[in-house]
């Protein structure tokens, strides 16, 4: 039986712009299992970013309640609530947010290396791991700026899994990217997630990609388009 890693409840999120109050977020419900996939698609502008990145914690909802793993989540200090983000979250978005001074390897350490009493030595050889497994092995010293955009967004993915998360956060993981391009993207990130057992929500405005998820939800205003 599936274990329960993220639930939502009527998520509202509003943004003051100076003259009038701006609601982005309309009242979300969401549950996502431990391997399930979910893609999350609709036109620029209904608020499917915003969404991610307050279930991802990396912004609080107006209103409502996020529970990871079973423990309230949007309600804790900023401290405590990127301690919890470290431990059961992968972050993927359109454009990778690799740090330029570092080569592959060296982003791929990063979010591990912020977990007290972990040792370089076994991170750098879990990052090796992980980049032979997106086909980099042969990229380690490289930084972001001398990779192709696919190559920097398989760092990304590795990046992303270094922590062993349960579930992957996606932001147009293939937005950035040719067809060809995406699709391989999209295809390795499909297996490592298969491989693992984690859960993922992947947002996207691309449909085609969306079709092969267990569930597909679309957003319109800031709503689920049948609610």
């Given at each position: 039986?599936?274990?329960?890693?993220?639930?939502?409840k009527n998520i509202?999120?509003?943004?003051?712009?100076?003259?009038?109050?701006?609601?982005?977020?309309?009242?979300?419900?969401?549950?996502?299992?431990?391997?399930?996939?979910?893609?999350?698609?609709?036109?620029?502008?209904?608020?499917?970013?915003?969404?991610?990145?307050?279930?991802?914690?990396?912004?609080?909802?107006?209103?409502?309640?996020?529970?990871?793993?079973?423990?309230?989540?949007?309600?804790?200090?900023?401290?405590?609530?990127?301690?919890?983000?470290?431990?059961?979250?992968?972050?993927?978005?359109?454009?990778?947010?690799?740090?330029?001074?570092?080569?592959?390897?060296?982003?791929?350490?990063?979010p591990l290396m912020?977990?007290?009493?972990?040792?370089?030595?076994?991170?750098?050889?879990?990052?090796?791991?992980?980049?032979?497994?997106?086909?980099?092995?042969?990229?380690?010293?490289?930084?972001?700026?001398?990779?192709?955009?696919?190559?920097?967004?398989?760092?990304?993915?590795?990046?992303?899994?270094?922590?062993?998360?349960?579930?992957?956060?996606?932001?147009?993981?293939?937005?950035?990217?040719?067809?060809?391009?995406?699709?391989?993207?999209?295809?390795?990130?499909?297996?490592?997630?298969?491989?693992?057992?984690?859960?993922?929500?992947?947002?996207?405005?691309?449909?085609?990609?969306?079709?092969?998820?267990?569930?597909?939800?679309?957003?319109?205003?800031?709503?689920?388009?049948?609610?």
């Amino acid at each position: 039986m599936n274990k329960l890693i993220l639930q939502a409840k009527n998520i509202q999120r509003s943004f003051y712009d100076g003259r009038n109050t701006v609601e982005v977020l309309r009242g979300i419900d969401i549950e996502v299992q431990q391997g399930e996939f979910v893609a999350v698609i609709g036109a620029s502008g209904s608020g499917k970013s915003t969404l991610l990145h307050v279930l991802g914690g990396l912004d609080r909802p107006t209103q409502g309640e996020i529970y990871l793993k079973g423990q309230r989540f949007d309600s804790l200090d900023e401290t405590t609530r990127g301690h919890l983000r470290n431990q059961h979250l992968g972050f993927v978005y359109q454009f990778h947010h690799l740090l330029p001074e570092f080569s592959a390897l060296e982003n791929v350490c990063m979010p591990l290396m912020l977990r007290q009493g972990t040792q370089f030595k076994q991170v750098k050889a879990k990052a090796e791991q992980l980049l032979e497994r997106v086909g980099l092995s042969h990229r380690l010293t490289h930084k972001p700026g001398e990779l192709s955009g696919g190559e920097r967004q398989r760092v990304a993915l590795a990046r992303a899994l270094v922590t062993d998360p349960d579930l992957i956060l996606a932001d147009e993981p293939t937005g950035n990217l040719d067809r060809h391009t995406a699709q391989g993207i999209f295809e390795l990130l499909t297996e490592l997630r298969q491989e693992r057992n984690m859960a993922m929500l992947i947002v996207t405005h691309d449909e085609s990609l969306a079709q092969s998820a267990d569930r597909m939800l679309q957003m319109r205003d800031g709503r689920w388009l049948d609610s």
